[in-house]
């Protein structure tokens, strides 16, 4: 899946449904705060949570799995109000990260990494805000 945020309000979001399990997301966006939520997505059957975020210019991404979290934050930040591009490859047990033309990241994680077909972008929704 490709996306280029658009310009919008912090509280808001886009809900965004593939009809494919999401094994790619690229994302291009700026961001005019420190900090905030990029993408949120979850199976509440599996128990699988995963967000990427932004805490103080460096970019977050968090999996959790049942009770096991792995946390991927990159070394380099980013600069407020210039678009970014972010890569990220889902291999199951493995994920890469490519923050613009930077160096591939790559984490192998103690569980499987399987995406449901909705994700939301920017805010979150107030019912998954807990």
């Known amino acids: 899946i490709e996306i280029t945020i658009p310009h919008f309000n912090q509280q808001s979001y886009l809900k965004i449904k593939s009809s494919e399990l999401i094994k790619y997301i690229d994302i291009t966006f700026a961001t005019e705060n420190d900090n ?18 932004i805490r103080n210019k460096i970019i977050d ?46 984490r192998l994680l103690p569980f499987d990494i399987v995406l449901t077909n909705i994700l939301f972008i920017g805010g979150l929704p107030i019912l998954f805000d807990s």
């Open 36 to 53: 905030g939520l990029i993408l949120y997505c979850d199976n509440q059957l599996t128990e699988l949570y995963f967000t990427i975020s």
């Open 61 to 106: 991404i968090t999996i959790r799995s049942d009770r096991l979290t792995s946390t991927i934050q990159l070394s380099d930040t980013i600069d407020l109000n210039i678009y970014v591009r972010l890569q990220i490859h889902i291999l199951y047990n493995e994920i890469q990260v490519k923050l613009n033309d930077g160096n591939l990241m790559s």
